[in-house]
């Protein structure tokens, strides 16, 4: 194993913007020299002088010494000169995100730093392999892609151009631990790993979104109260921006000559049209300002507690999908009785509840009108997968074109009674959090597929680099491959398109019957 680079090393860090200037004050409060270059040499003073007052914060807040910080801030130098970072054990490149300019300045590092001398770049978009095609030395070209802001966010993505050597790979991702960071190794490929497997995030609630599932507002509260995710998507994108949102996803959907799979979407494309790019604007999805007004989720009117509720399922068997939505019934005084599923009948399809009379159904990727159809049984009503069923604070219903309003509303009482906020989507195939998650899963099995990263560097990484809950395969282990498998193939099926075709890598797992961990 390779190991990190000790603390005489001294690194430079080319580009004081807010990424080389977050760099730079993780790298000087490890206790490694850094070297602070910009073709602008203000900004690199700016960056210094935030730099010591973000650590006399930290010092104000007691996460930091007095010492420590007074030492950390002597660590960093302002260079005028590219030539001032010869004796550099490591160059951190974070300048404009441009190929040509990127290659010209490790042209140039190359006739200055040592031949042992690691170089890395923080782009977060263009091919590691491209930028050290070049170099006389690719192989010690590595990417080293951070996560804005540095100092909050652990993950590094250690990518590996085709040329990188593994040792240079290797002690890169050493140093990152030694930092305080969460490295994970990638091979350089579109979107590493983050920024290729978040997009479903975005693209599946722009679709929902487009299909008229919900309002923004009630997506969000379904994705953060429901799904356990920090941030809704349309707050996210408002705040990155719809029109740095709509860029990444371009870039990648070109850079995967056009898969379907990260199609952009038209609607968030007329949202840059019309100049709402988010909190930066004024207006996105949300409206923002001293003057705005809180959009709010949709919430179902109350509705009498139900008295009780059954469960076909074979008795005596556990289901994980069931059990912690049964457990809650049970928590909130409903008695819950469990009957044999019975071939055929409808309203018997296992796992499922039933409560007077409406069959209640975990979504599979088909709508609540097709379910009901299929099992001839119209009271039929679904509802949306939980993070964390015992401790959500709301669940996501949708309901049959054929459902009555009485069966619907004992489904509604049901789970209000048991402390959740009911929120109706209309009946789109695999509602919001299922969908999301489903197709989550989906891409961070064709990272794993495809040689890209661990299974667990990309739950890793979804994690450290974008707060989710968990990572996309535990979760895919928690609610079942094939349940995941079937939500995509009936995706796939209602869609008729490629978008939602399913990874090679889930199928064969829920062939051989195996889990992403453990
Ligand atoms: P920024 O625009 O805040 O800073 C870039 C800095 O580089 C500027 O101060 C500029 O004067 C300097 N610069 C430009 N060309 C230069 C050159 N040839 N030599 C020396 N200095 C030069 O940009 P930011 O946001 O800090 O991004 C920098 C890099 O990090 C880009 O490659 C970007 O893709 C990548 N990145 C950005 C993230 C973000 O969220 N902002 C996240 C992860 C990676």
Redesign the pocket.
Known sequence: MATALGKGSVVAV???????AGIAQVVAAAGYEVKL????PE?VQKAILDIGKVYAKLVEKGRMGGADAQAANARLHCVADLHEVAGCALVIE????NLD?KR??FADLENVVADDCILAT????ISVTAIGAKLRRPERLVGM????PVPLMALVEVISGLATSPVVAGTVFATAAAWGKNPVHAKSTPGFIVNRVARPFYAEALRLLSEQAADPATLDAVLREAGGFRMGPFELMDLIGHDVNFSVTQSVFNAYFGDPRFMPSVLQQEMVNAGFLGRKSGRGFYQYGDEAVKAAASLEAPQPKPEAVGVSIEPGVKNAVTEPVEQRLRAAGFSVAHRKPLPGAGQHEAPGFHCNGAAVFLTDGRTATERANANNHPDTVLYDLQFDPAGATRIALARSDQCSDAAYGAVVGLFQAAGLHVTRLDDVPGMAVMRTVAMLANEAADAVNQGVCSAAAVDIAMQKGVNYPRGPLAWADSVGIAHVVTVLSNLAATYGEERYRVSPLLRRKLANGTRFHG
């Open positions: 080319i580009g004081s913007g807010a990424m080389g270059f910009d073709t602008r900004a974070a300048i404009v995100e300019v010209m300045l923080n782009t977060s978009s892609h951070f996560f804005n």
